[in-house]
């Protein structure tokens, strides 16, 4: 009975919304009338979503509760408000994801925040170097991953998904006339797959993984402090990059006064761990990965697009009320 309601609350048992006929729907629909047309019939969607999902809205209002009483910022407090806000940030979000689909996504329009230099390693992959992991997040928009190819020249990128729809989702791709990027399913690291995985890396390509949520039956997971209370984040990016022997980077890309920031974070030079300590090792590093995460919270507090129980449920009783 309690794993029949850990499966109905956790994110990856949520119904699909969409099929690969839907998504070449949507986007004929935006060629055809525009994103100006487009937009008040997705808001009307989202208003729906907003008023029809009760356990959304009361996920969200966690996420601000949290979020204000970690940083001490009282301005930050939930709200009808502010909950609706951040559906609307999510309406904004979608439609930013079919002009990144579109291609309408140009150099210009992305600012890069790089201050330790790994612009320049995703250069050097394709000319004899190696490539690395990039461990990305749902804040914001992941989508703009796509953008990391044209940043580094067609540098091939890899991500890595625990989604039973990738065959779809490439296929779009590939219609669309990106090549640039693959979706790859992982539903398990096994021999094959690591040593695939491992001769992309030398071959000079990069992978991107979430950090951020865990596999339903992965049983690969580690509870750490995330904003004040106890949340699970997943090992797999690091056992991954321990057991390929790369460095780790974090990605995330946030939109800030209407423009795209794409951060780049050195995280792990190489990950690495003492005989029967490796569990410490993941440990730690999830904690460290997880503060970093707050701290990009606050930079675009609005656009945490995880509407399920992101927390343990015996934190969600101070939020109930709706």
Known sequence: MNEQIAQERHWSTQKERGSLFLMRLTALSVRMFGRRLLAPVLYLIVLYFFVSARSARRHIRQYQTYLADWSGNPALHPSLGSVFGQFIAFADNLLDRLDVWRGRLRFEQVQLVDPSGIRPRLLRSQHGGRGEILVVTHLGNPDVCRAMAELGEQVPLNVLVHNRHVAQFNRLLGEAGDRSMRLIQVSELDTAMMMDLSQRLERGEWLAMAGDRVP???????????????????????????????????????????RYRIHLDPFLDVARWER??????????????????????????????NFYAYWQPADTEATDAN
């Open 276 to 305: 029967g300590q490796r569990d410490a090792a993941v440990q730690a590093w999830v904690q460290r990965y997880a503060d970093h995460l707050a701290g990009q919270c606050l930079m675009a507090p609005r656009q945490w697009f």
């Open 216 to 258: 339903l039956h992965d049983g690969r997971r580690v509870m750490v402090n995330f904003l004040g209370h106890p949340a699970t984040f997943p090992q797999g990016p690091w056992l991954l990059a321990g057991l390929l022997r790369c460095p780790v980077n974090l990605l995330c890309c946030l939109k800030v006064d209407g």
